[in-house]
């Protein structure tokens, strides 16, 4: 089985282990309070240090902290032949490739919590054989040709975390008009599911999509006419522009 050297054992790294548990990968991780009980499952083994992690494995999976992650690894000394796959957010290859050099750089983002279930998006950049064969066991994959590109897509992270705060809302909603709690998350978790299976499954654009469901004068043109005079919809683009300025570095 292919090892991957796990820097830094937070809830990313324990949702990874979890999606990929028994397809085929053993992990090395770290040592933290965490790690400890990681190092208790099936395929998983504690490193006695963070170079130790790097000198016993060939792939490299970098869920160190963003704001000291990169200096973390300037620290350590990498190899030849060595890979590296950062989820650091907002960190750009070319800074990820000076602090692993002489190992190769990658970078990727994915949601988290999704990926133990085999069901979140990863993002990869720039592609590489191993590493799409790794995330493909926690989620689909989408490779990126240029880092323009990526840096936007990686905008979904925040998305991702904010649509949970949305749906919390609307179960709510639906919690305080009469629907017993349960009920009202499984409703929208499944509503939002089978929405989105629409999105996979038909390649018709939106545009010849919602004329058919908000119809004239139907209770789903009343929902985003009121929205949209709250200018709620527009408000998701401004607070997205937040995010992307922040992945960005331009704030």
Known sequence: ???????????????????????????????????????????????????????????????????????????????????????????????????????????????????????????LYPDDAAWSRFLQTLGPVHSFADEPAFVTATAFGGLSGASFFLIHSLIDWFAMNGLPEPQARRLIAQTL???????????SPLSEITPGIATRGGITEALVTSLSRDDALAAWHRALDIVLARVRGES
């Not at 170079?51 to 620290?75: E, T, Y």
């Open 1 to 123: 089985m292919t090892t991957i050297g796990i820097l830094g054992t937070g809830h990313l790294a324990e949702f990874l282990i979890r999606g990929a548990s028994g397809k085929g990968f053993r992990f090395l991780v770290s040592p933290s309070r965490r790690a400890q009980s990681l190092a208790a499952q099936p395929d998983v083994s504690l490193g006695a240090s963070n170079q130790d992690v790097v000198d016993r494995a060939d792939l490299i999976f970098v869920c160190l902290p963003a704001r000291d992650g990169v200096s973390i690894l300037k620290s350590l000394h990498f190899r030849a032949g060595q890979s590296v796959l950062s989820a650091m957010a907002g960190t750009r290859t070319a800074a990820l490739a000076e602090a692993v050099g002489p190992a190769t750089a990658h970078c990727t983002m994915m949601p988290g919590h999704a990926n133990a279930y085999g069901v979140g998006p990863c993002l």
């Open 193 to 203: 599911i089978g929405n989105a299976t629409v999105l996979v499954q038909d390649p």
